[in-house]
């Protein structure tokens, strides 16, 4: 990240020799100016990210010079140094905008963490800002990121998609897989017909088949006419099969004559029905592993494994987390009409440090939760559900020596910030009652 670019405007030499010497220990890049005026153009032709100002000057006071940057660059840090200071001065200067002021004479030391604390805002303006770009260039991507990982699969994915092969998907729940099977198909020739996608987990197996396959009237009780499957449906184009280790090995049977003889026998039916489709599936457990346990036919996985695209978790992708935390922060800001901007610094850190067990999909459902919550142009620590407490955290407490009341409080601690403090849910997880875990909050200061 590059050093916020400081401007310092003083019309006492010693003082502007002292504020550069001082700000040297940050490695800021700093601009001197004795002339206010010649500040002002400097101002409005150049990108300042702090300026540090003197109150009182010939022809633009620190007041101007303030209103100026607020004109010119709304989003810098702007500091005030002045020997003449006074309590309705210092609060007309915060009113305008201005991020701290400071009297002279003044400790080197203090000054240091007044100056820290405004480059690190300066900092974090500049990381938004940075990820706000990245957010518009990926405007209409269906597949957010930029991390080694995600970068390897997107160009997997353009150099697949071409072709009719079947392609099988691998990742945990949350991670995207219906986004990139959905990438595939727009990437490939097929790509002005059909997507169709089945949740193969949320169906029966008799109504997988029917939706799938189709079914004559009369098949079975309640099939009062004829239906299309899904395989007919999605001729042409692109069939994905999400969850397909959920389903029976009779199923399998018949998805693998399905893929073989790129026909279709409708439940009931006696005519095999051409289908012409390209099967995309996805699993979020490896289905090799599937395989050995024997919940998998082998000989489907081989038809199905031609290529294989392995969707990584969040967690090995942090240089991902907050441009996916911006981008659904936009997304949600226009779709309920808010002016969220901004990510306090306090969650950037909480985000990264957080180990998503959901995946993608939780860290959006989080986002959405936030703008809906905030009020503000920032999203802060109130609009999220603690999540400080790591899977490699609990790892940590239980491969470590530890008492039991150690390790009791941490279980009680990491329940109530999965429940958002419920205590009743929590208890309940807990397998205790509610006035059991009331008096265990009390007794390890839990609030």
């Known amino acids: 990240m590059t050093a916020p670019n400081t401007l310092v405007i003083d019309d006492d030499q010693g003082m502007r020799e002292l504020l550069r010497d001082i700000l040297a220990e940050e490695s800021l890049a700093v601009t001197l100016c004795g002339d206010s005026r010649q500040a002002v153009e400097l101002i409005k032709t150049q990108p300042f990210d702090i300026v540090i100002t003197d109150l009182k000057m010939p022809h633009h006071d620190g007041i101007a010079i303030l209103e100026t940057v607020r004109q010119n660059a709304p989003e810098a840090v702007v500091i005030m140094v002045t020997g003449y200071g006074t309590i309705e001065t210092a609060i007309d200067a915060i009113r305008k905008g201005a991020y701290d002021y400071i009297q002279k004479p003044f400790e080197p030391d203090d ?6 604390r405004a480059a690190e805002h300066a ?11 990245q957010v518009e260039e990926a405007a209409g991507e ?53 997507f169709v996608a089945v949740n193969c987990g949320a169906l029966s197996e008799q109504l997988l088949e029917s939706e799938l396959f189709g079914h004559e009237k009369g ?30 090995h009779n199923f399998q049977v018949k998805l693998l004559r399905v893929l073989q003889e790129h026909q279709v026998m409708r439940v009931g039916g006696t005519t095999p029905i051409d289908v012409d489709v390209r099967v995309v599936t996805a699993a979020n457990i490896p289905l090799a592993q599937a395989v050995e346990k024997g919940d998998f036919r082998r000989d489907l996985f081989y038809r199905l494994n031609v290529i ?11 240089d991902d987390i907050l441009l996916l935390a911006h981008h659904f922060m936009e997304k949600f800001s226009r779709q309920y009409h808010k002016n969220v901007r901004t990510i306090s610094g306090r969650i950037r850190e909480k985000m990264l440090a957080y180990h998503w067990p959901g995946n993608v999909r939780e860290l959006e459902n989080c986002l959405e939760r936030a703008v809906l919550l905030c009020e503000t142009s920032r999203i802060q620590s109130i609009h999220l559900a603690e999540k400080t407490t790591s899977a490699n955290e609990i790892d940590t407490m239980c491969s470590s020596l530890v008492s039991l009341a150690e390790m009791e409080k941490m279980l009680i601690s990491h329940t109530l910030q999965a429940t958002n403090g419920h205590r009743e849910r929590s208890a309940e997880i807990l397998g205790t009652s509610p006035t059991t875990l009331w008096r265990k909050m009390k007794k390890y200061d839990l609030s």
């Open 308 to 318: 294989t695209l392995e969707l990584p978790p969040l967690r090995q992708r942090q």
């Open 142 to 194: 269906d597949l957010v990121g930029a991390s080694p990982p995600i970068a390897a699969l997107k160009e997997m994915v353009v150099r697949v998609a071409p072709f009719t092969t079947p392609v099988l998907i691998e990742g945990e729940t949350g991670t995207g897989k219906e986004l990139v099977a959905r990438r595939l198909h727009r990437l490939s020739h097929r790509a002005a017909e059909p």
């Open 219 to 248: 098949a079975f009780t309640g099939a009062d006419s004829r239906k299309q499957g899904l395989f007919e449906a999605a001729h042409q184009g692109t069939l994905f099969l999400d969850e397909i280790t959920t389903t029976s």
């Open 111 to 116: 000054f240091l963490i007044v100056i820290r």
């Open 123 to 133: 900092r974090l303006v500049l990381e938004n800002k940075a990820l706000r770009r």
